[in-house]
């Protein structure tokens, strides 16, 4: 996947992956955060959807995205996988995937 260098992969890629790594490091230990982390997750992550909603290529699908990754990370031992990076990665690729389509729309219409 080819990443854009955007303020937001600058700052959110960087804290979805230490959300990920934190729960990892808990459970190894035999450790629970309590939901810290998933609250986290999800006031940043739900801000990130509300916001960039007309960014994405459709946010009906981000939302019931975001709500599946939810739902797997208060999951107990199983909300240990990184489904934050991987529900964020996903956002980023299909964001992509659609700004070149509109890129390459907006060239035929020049082309016109």
Known sequence: MNLK???EVMILLPFFAALDLIGLGLICFGLDDFGITDTLGITIGGGYVLFSGGK???SKKAGFKF???ISVE???YIGAFPTWTLWFLNNLKE???MEEQQKTENENQDEE
């Open 5 to 7: 260098l955007s303020p």
């Open 56 to 58: 994405m290529p459709d």
């Open 67 to 69: 709500i599946g990754t």
């Open 74 to 76: 208060l999951i107990p």
């Open 95 to 97: 964001k992509n995937q």
